[in-house]
RNA sequence: GUCCCCAUCGUCUAGCCUGGCCCAGGACACCGCCCUUUCAAGGCGGGAACACGGGUUCAAAUCCCGUUGGGGACGCCA
C-alpha cells in the first residue's frame, strides 16, 4: 500500500509533519508541555502538520483519566493539533508486522533468555564495574533448535540484530552526535507475550505517519541511534531529530514532583494564566534573541527556529514565571479577570449575581478589578483584595492596626486619631461632588487646617475602608467603595479606638 | 561503571557557526534612588558571569585539545 498523493495543510509533499507523544500515565507535565509547545511551534512556523499521538501501549499504567488531563492541559495552553489524537494501542498489528518483516529478513531472531536470568546477569557483570549488554545467547541458536523451543511452546522475545559500526545523525538542536553501535545490545521489539515495545511502536508508527522532524527531549537521546537502525532496517526514510534540553529543577536535576509543581493543571489552578505559562516555556531553552521576553504566539511562531533552541537544560524559575504573569494580568481586560475569579468569589460566598454580565454593578465590579490590577502577579491575589470592596465583613489586619492605630504609632494615641477621623467624617459627608479629586481636595485641606501631615489621616482611612495598610490609591478606594458605605466603616473604625481593644 | 550530552551573572539568556565592534548586552531576583498616602506598577542606577589549563592567531567568550564539573540514558517503561 502505498501513500495517496494527498497533503492535509497544503504545504505540499514536503510539508512538515511533527508529532507530540505522550504516553498517559500521569498528568501533563511541563516538560512535555514545552515538548509539545515547541512541535507547535515548529509545525505553525512551516505551516506544516501537528500530530497528537497517545503512547498507550504500557496497558498497566495507561490510563484514560491521565489522557483527559493530557488533552485538558495541551488546550488550556492553546496547544492545537492538526491530526489526532491517535491511540498507539490500535496499530500494534502493524507494529508486529514490521518485527516479523525483520524476522523473515534475518534482521531479527527469537531470544528465550528469561528476564530474571539476564536480570542476574546484568546485576552480577554491574557489580563487577562493567557494562553489561546482552550477550546474544540466542543469536547461537541452531534453527532447527529455535523451531523446537518454539514448538514447545517455550517463551521468547524478538530481537533486532544491531549491526556493527557508527550510527550518527545531524541533530536539529545538537548537531552531529553519533553512537557507537558496540555500545547497542540488540533491541527487544516484541515482549514474550508478543506485544511491540516502545522502539519499533514509535519508529513504526512514525513512519506510517510521515513524520518528517521528531522533537522531543533530551532523555532520548540515547534511544535515537537504536531508532535509527530500524528506520533503516524498514527501509524508511530517517526524520530529523531535534533534542530539547531537560527542564531542571532548582538543584539542576531533572524537574520532578518532589521539586515542587510539575503539572500544567497545578498552575492553572494556582492562577497562572495560560498565555504566561505558554510564553514563559518557549523561553526555556529558546531565545528569539534581541531581548525581547514577552511575546504573543503570533510574534513566537514567527521567529521559532530549531537552530536557535539552547543545548543546556534550563532551571524552572518560578519566580520569573510568576513576573511574565504580573505583566500578561497587567494588560489582561478587566471582564476575563472577572470571569476567571468569579468562581472562586462564588466558593466564598462573596458573588453575587449583579457582578455579573449585564447586572447592575458590574461596571463598578470591573473597575475595582482594574485597580488591583498592577499589584497582583497571579489570579488568587484578586480574591484575596476584593473581599473589604464586596463584603463589610472583613477583620482590621493586627500588622495594619499596629502600624497606624497603636498609642505608640505617629498619630498620636487612639483618641486623637478617633477625633480626626470625626472630623474626616463630617467634611467626606459634605463633600460635593464625591469623586477622587475632590474627595483629596477635601482631606488635604482638613489636614492643613489642622496642621497635621495628610498621612495621619489617610492611613487610618485605608484602614477603615480595607482594613490594610496596602491597597490601590486611597481616594480612588474611597470613591469605589461609596459615600455611604465609607462613612460607616470610618464610624466603625472610630468605635474600635474608642473600644480600647488599640494596642 | 559504560555510553552520550552539556558548560556566559544566583536564575533565564544575547553574543559563539561567520575570531577584533565584548575589560561581555538584556531579563528575573536582590540592593539603592525617584515618583508617592501605603504596597505595587513605572522610571533611573548598582553589585553580579565567559569553569580551568594548554594550543592556534597580530587578536579567543567565540576555533582546537585536554581537565574538571554537571546532567541524561543504560527496563520484556515510554
Known amino acids: 500500500m502505498t501513500a495517496p498523493n494527498v497533503t492535509v495543510g497544503g504545504g505540499g509533499p514536503a510539508s512538515v509533519r511533527v508529532r507530540f507523544a505522550p504516553s498517559p500515565t500521569g498528568y501533563l507535565h511541563v516538560g512535555?508541555?514545552?515538548?509539545?509547545?515547541?512541535?507547535?511551534?515548529?509545525?505553525?512556523?512551516?505551516?506544516?502538520?501537528?500530530?497528537?499521538?497517545?503512547?498507550?501501549?504500557?496497558?498497566?499504567?495507561?490510563?484514560?483519566?491521565?489522557?483527559?488531563?493530557?488533552?485538558?492541559?495541551?488546550?488550556?495552553?492553546?496547544?492545537?493539533?492538526?491530526?489526532?489524537?491517535?491511540?498507539?494501542?490500535?496499530?500494534?498489528?502493524?507494529?508486529?508486522?514490521?518485527?516479523?518483516?525483520?524476522?523473515?529478513?534475518?534482521?531479527?531472531?527469537?531470544?528465550?533468555?528469561?528476564?530474571?536470568?539476564?536480570?542476574?546477569?546484568?546485576?552480577?557483570?554491574?557489580?563487577?564495574?562493567?557494562?553489561?549488554?546482552?550477550?546474544?545467547?540466542?543469536?547461537?541458536?541452531?534453527?532447527?533448535?529455535?523451531?523446537?523451543?518454539?514448538?514447545?511452546?517455550?517463551?521468547?522475545?524478538?530481537?533486532?540484530?544491531?549491526?556493527?559500526?557508527?550510527?550518527?545523525?545531524?541533530?536539529?538542536?545538537?548537531?552531529?552526535?553519533?553512537?557507537?553501535?558496540?555500545?547497542?545490545?540488540d533491541i527487544i521489539l516484541l515482549r514474550s507475550n508478543g506485544s511491540p515495545t516502545y522502539n519499533l511502536s514509535c519508529v513504526s508508527d512514525d513512519i506510517a505517519m510521515r513524520v518528517t522532524h521528531v522533537i522531543r527531549g533530551d532523555d532520548h537521546?540515547?534511544?535515537?541511534?537504536?531508532?535509527?537502525?530500524?528506520?533503516r532496517a524498514a527501509g524508511a526514510a530517517v526524520p530529523i531529530f531535534a533534542h530539547l534540553p531537560l527542564i531542571l529543577g532548582a538543584d539542576k536535576k531533572r524537574l520532578s514532583k518532589r521539586h515542587g509543581a510539575v503539572s500544567v493543571t497545578e498552575y492553572r489552578d494556582r492562577?497562572?494564566?495560560?498565555?504566561?505559562?505558554?510564553?514563559?516555556?518557549?523561553?526555556?531553552?529558546?531565545?528569539?534573541?534581541?531581548?525581547?521576553?514577552?511575546?504573543?504566539?503570533e510574534e513566537m511562531v514567527g521567529a521559532f527556529d530549531l537552530e536557535a533552541i539552547n543545548r543546556k537544560g534550563a532551571v524552572f524559575d518560578e519566580q520569573k514565571l510568576e513576573w511574565i504573569n504580573s505583566q500578561y494580568i497587567n494588560d489582561l481586560p478587566a471582564a476575563r479577570i472577572a470571569a476567571m475569579i468569579g468562581p472562586d468569589l462564588a466558593r466564598e460566598g462573596l458573588w453575587a449575581s449583579d457582578l455579573a454580565e449585564g447586572g447592575a454593578r458590574r461596571a463598578w465590579f470591573l473597575a475595582v478589578c482594574?485597580?488591583?490590577?498592577?499589584?497582583?502577579?497571579?489570579?488568587?491575589?484578586?480574591?484575596?483584595?476584593?473581599?473589604?470592596?464586596?463584603?463589610?465583613?472583613?477583620?482590621?489586619?493586627?500588622?495594619?492596626?499596629?502600624?497606624?492605630?497603636?498609642?505608640?504609632?505617629?498619630?498620636?494615641?487612639?483618641?486623637?486619631?478617633a477625633a480626626r477621623m470625626g472630623r474626616l467624617r463630617d467634611a467626606l459627608g459634605r463633600t460635593e461632588p464625591f469623586t477622587e479629586a475632590k474627595a483629596e481636595e477635601t482631606l488635604r485641606a482638613l489636614a492643613e487646617a489642622d496642621g497635621e501631615a495628610a498621612a495621619l489621616y489617610i492611613h487610618p482611612l485605608r484602614l477603615a475602608l480595607l482594613g490594610t495598610a496596602v491597597s490601590p490609591g486611597v481616594f480612588v478606594v474611597l470613591v469605589l467603595i461609596g459615600r455611604e458605605r465609607a462613612l460607616a466603616r470610618i464610624d466603625r473604625l472610630i468605635a474600635f479606638l474608642q473600644s480600647g481593644q488599640t494596642p
Not at 537521546?221 to 528506520?231: D, F, H, M, R, V
Not at 494564566?273 to 514577552?294: D, H, Q, T
Open 271 to 297: 492562577g497562572y494564566l495560560p498565555e504566561a505559562l505558554f510564553n514563559f516555556l518557549a523561553l526555556l531553552g529558546w531565545s528569539p534573541g534581541g531581548g525581547r521576553e514577552k511575546l504573543s504566539r
Open 32 to 185: 512535555g508541555a514545552r515538548t509539545a509547545l515547541f512541535n507547535w511551534l515548529f509545525a505553525r512556523r512551516h505551516v506544516g502538520t501537528m500530530i497528537l499521538r497517545i503512547e498507550d501501549t504500557d496497558l498497566e499504567r495507561s490510563t484514560e483519566a491521565s489522557t483527559r488531563t493530557i488533552l485538558e492541559g495541551l488546550e488550556w495552553l492553546g496547544i492545537t493539533w492538526d491530526e489526532g489524537p491517535f491511540f498507539q494501542s490500535r496499530e500494534v498489528a502493524a507494529h508486529r508486522a514490521l518485527a516479523l518483516r525483520f524476522l523473515e529478513a534475518g534482521m531479527a531472531y527469537h531470544c528465550f533468555c528469561a528476564a530474571d536470568e539476564l536480570d542476574r546477569k546484568r546485576r552480577e557483570a554491574e557489580a563487577g564495574g562493567a557494562a553489561w549488554k546482552y550477550d546474544r545467547t540466542c543469536l547461537r541458536l541452531a534453527p532447527d533448535e529455535v523451531r523446537r523451543r518454539l514448538a514447545a511452546g517455550q517463551p521468547s522475545v524478538l530481537r533486532f540484530r544491531v549491526g556493527e559500526g557508527p550510527v550518527v545523525w545531524d541533530d536539529a538542536v545538537h548537531g552531529t552526535t553519533s553512537f557507537d553501535a558496540s555500545v547497542l545490545e
Open 221 to 231: 537521546l540515547s534511544n535515537t541511534p537504536k531508532q535509527i537502525l530500524i528506520y
Open 370 to 417: 482594574e485597580a488591583l490590577k498592577a499589584r497582583s502577579k497571579r489570579i488568587p491575589d484578586f480574591r484575596r483584595d476584593l473581599r473589604p470592596f464586596l463584603s463589610d465583613r472583613f477583620e482590621y489586619q493586627p500588622e495594619a492596626v499596629a502600624k497606624h492605630l497603636s498609642a505608640g504609632a505617629k498619630g498620636g494615641d487612639p483618641a486623637m486619631i
